[in-house]
Structure formats: C-alpha cells, structure tokens
C-alpha cells in the first residue's frame, strides 16, 4: 500500500497505524479518511495480527472532519446523488474499523472532535492521554450528528450522556470520559499510546482465534440494532445541509464569529 499520511509497524500480533496530516490539527480530509478505510479493508485480511492500536499526533489526535478540504465545498454544489455518495465516506470508515475481527485500541492524545470521536468511538477500546478531551461540535456548525456513531455512543455511556455529549456538546475530558465509559483507561500525557501497547500486548498473548470469536459474541449482543436506528443520519446530514443554519454554522466556523441561528 501506498500512504500518504498514515504509517503501519508491526511487532509480532500487534500492528500500529499512526495517521499525521503535518499539521496539529490532524483533521480528516476526504484523502485521509479514504486512505485509513484502505488500511483497515487490508488488515481485515491479515491473519497474523491480533489487535491493531490506532493513534494520532502526539498533540491531538484529531480535530475532525476538514472543513477547508476541497472536498467539503464540492460535495456542497454537487447534486443530491453525488451528496449522499460523498457523504458516506465517514460512515464507511467507522464501520470498516468496527468490523475488524482483531481487537482494536484507540489511542487518543489532546483533541479528539467530531468524527475523531465517531472514529474513536468505532474501536472496541480507548486510551486518553491525561488533558485529553472529546468534543462533539457539529450541532454548533448546524449538522447532526452523523457517520452512524449515535448508537456507539449510547452502547458506551447511555442516552442521558450522549445527549450531553452530541446536543449539548459538552467537552469531556479524560477523566470524565473514564467514568462515563467513552474511555477505558487514562494514561499520563503522552503516554496513551504506551498504555494502549500494554493492552494490546495482552490481547497478543491470546489464543488468536479465541480473540476474535470473542469480540464477535460481544458486539453481537451489544450492537445488533445500531444499524436499525442510525440508517438515515446521512440523509438527515444531506437535509440539514440544504437549511440556512448549515450554512451559517459553518461560515461562522471558518469566520470564526459567534453563529446566529434562525431555524431556517
């Protein structure tokens, strides 16, 4: 595979995959998204591997979804078909690195916002980095919140939170994401992906295919309606988009003003 903004090490079951834009923000540019499905449609075929670990930078994981990409202004003049098709390179992401039969760790250091926690969140576990934060922005850029990640978050921490979490858009931190279960373990800053190694260094010890049998009985159980009730985020996404708080949300952002919504 040639990559672009992603690196892949192995050390014997355990496979890292490491993503950088080159700038802090790290956001998700239609390229890195298309290019982190690639990996994980590849190691969906790799037998040798036990857990994969993702990370980001070391300052932030991600930002989320790259407003300034290209991409994003296309997909606003393009036609409904081409939209929705856009549209769903989010959601295929999340769901090629849910599906993954190995064990997966997310590692999270600084910001992780809006489809950083939609990725993160598509991982069976998460390390933060003390001061790191989760923050769920796009009801203040006049979206929903989409990439069928709604129900991952209610299986993690329940209705309540995630209503504090994707219609208030609370900042959770490190701490608090271990208590509401968005985060299984708080490492030192700058250590997450370390304590991630450490877990994945468990799982490697495992019988292989014990592990993914496993993980498959859990996500069974837990995730057998997520597609039911997330089906149409993304056509609600392509109908926010056509209102003028989607427009004022996200011009607001780039302008970086306060957004005045009319519900329009």
């Known amino acids: 595979m040639e990559l672009q903004f992603s690196t892949i090490e192995r050390r014997g079951r355990i496979v890292i995959v490491r993503f950088d834009r080159g700038i802090a923000a790290n956001p998700l540019s239609d390229a890195l998204m298309k290019e982190l499905t690639d990996i994980a449609r590849h190691l969906d075929e790799d037998l040798e591997s036990s857990v994969v670990v993702l990370a980001g930078r070391d300052d932030n994981f991600s930002m989320g979804f790259d407003l300034k990409d290209p991409v994003a202004e296309q997909r606003a003049e393009a036609g409904l078909l081409a939209r929705r098709r856009s549209i769903q390179r989010g959601p295929r992401l999340c769901r090629a690195w849910e599906e993954l039969e190995q064990m997966t760790i997310c590692a999270v250091e600084g910001w992780c916002v809006g489809g950083g926690v939609a990725l993160a969140c598509s991982l069976d576990l998460r390390v933060m980095g003390e001061g790191a934060t989760y923050y769920v922005s796009e009801i203040e850029r006049g979206m929903n919140m989409s990439w069928n990640s709604v129900p991952r978050f209610v299986n993690l921490c329940g209705p309540a939170r995630t209503k ?59 995730k057998a309606l997520n597609h039911a009730v997330s089906f149409m985020d993304a056509d609600q996404f392509c109908l926010s988009m056509t209102g003028e708080d989607y427009k004022e949300g996200v011009q607001s952002f780039l302008e970086k003003r306060p957004p005045r919504y009319t519900g329009r």
């Open 164 to 222: 504090r979490l994707v219609v208030m858009a609370e900042k959770v931190g490190a701490e608090r994401a271990l208590e509401w279960g968005l985060a299984d373990e708080v490492a030192p800053k700058g250590g997450a992906l370390h304590k991630a190694l450490e877990m994945a260094e468990r799982i490697a010890s495992l019988p292989p295919v014990q592990v993914r049998m496993c993980k498959k009985d859990v996500d069974v159980a837990a």
